[in-house]
């Protein structure tokens, strides 16, 4: 253990795979006086962080031994065993921190394959862009080996003020991730559609952004809240609108793209939820009752 200008003992870590998120990680790292060595396949990615005082292993062997922390953030899983499989003689007792992107399912496997090695395993997602990286805001979920989490919370806070254990099953994190992403990519398809269907009219994106914002803000995110309790409790009321409601209202917004010649590509998705939830005689149901389409796909 090294300590830091503070006097404060800090760990030595390793961050293998400097793209622009492991990078952003080292960075972060380095800042706060942790002894920090750093590993790419592209050996020149190392050279901006050892300006800031990182440590460049020559090789993956060097990079694993240097630490008894090692951080992957690498494109795929697929890439971390590839790194990770030449060196398995060198896991036994380290803690592995794996914020590589993937399913559930790939970290779950991975996890597996770590133990076999008597590796401390740990498996987490970024929630966060590199710049966010080592801000208060910064979201870092982790599941797997508590204890190694515990020992090294600290340091792992380094990269976001919001670093959370999600339990023990390995593929939370992964799972976590794909869902939020899920919202983002709805969200921003459904702001993307009202802009081009706006623009058919000339008015700017940056004109509507004022009414876009305040529609996310007081109106869509405050519906969130009574949505989850109705789809824990499987009970749907209709206290905003009903799907009949909702059906009509689409195809409005259907039509009306239709007309203004712009793609409603976004909207037909939700469009044949709302018509089929009704086919089955749940017309009078609020919104949040599609998510039973969605747990009983053939349904
Ligand atoms: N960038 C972001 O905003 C997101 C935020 C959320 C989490 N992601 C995930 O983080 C992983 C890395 O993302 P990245 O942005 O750093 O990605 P790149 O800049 O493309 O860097 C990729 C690094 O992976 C190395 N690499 C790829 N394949 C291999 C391989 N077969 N063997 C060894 N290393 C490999 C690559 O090396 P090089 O091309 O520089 O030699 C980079 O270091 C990712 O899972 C995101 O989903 C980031």
Known sequence: ??????????????????????????????????????????????????????????????????????????????????????????????????????????ARETAAWAAEQGARYLDGAIM????????????????????????????????????????ADHGLPSLYDVALLGMMWSALGGYIQAVALVGSEGISAQDFLAFSGQWLDHVVSPMLPDLAREMDERAY??????????????????ETGRAQGVGTDMALPMQALIERRIAQGHGSDGLASL???LRNPSS
């Open 128 to 167: 966060a862009i590199p710049q966010l990286v080592g801000s208060p805001d910064g979201l870092f979920f982790y599941a797997g080996d508590a204890e190694a989490f515990t020992t090294h919370e600290q340091t792992l806070r380094v990269l976001g003020g919001n670093t959370l254990h999600l339990g």
């Open 1 to 106: 253990m090294s300590t830091d200008p503070t006097g404060t003992t800090v760990t030595p870590v390793t961050v293998a795979g400097l793209g622009l998120m492991g990078s952003a990680l080292a960075a972060a790292f380095t800042g706060q006086g942790h002894p920090t060595t750093v590993w790419n396949r592209t050996p020149a990615k190392c050279a901006p962080l050892v300006e800031q005082g990182a440590t460049a292993a020559g090789t993956v062997a060097d990079a694993v031994t240097a630490s008894p922390v090692v951080i992957l953030c690498l494109s795929d899983y697929e890439a971390v065993r590839g790194v990770l499989e030449p060196v398995r003689e060198h896991l036994a007792g380290r803690v592995l921190v794996n914020l590589t992107s993937g399913t559930p399912q790939e």
């Open 237 to 254: 009321g209709d206290d905003t609108s009903s799907l009949h409601v909702n059906k009509d209202a689409i195809a409005h917004l259907v």
């Open 291 to 293: 998510v039973e389409l």
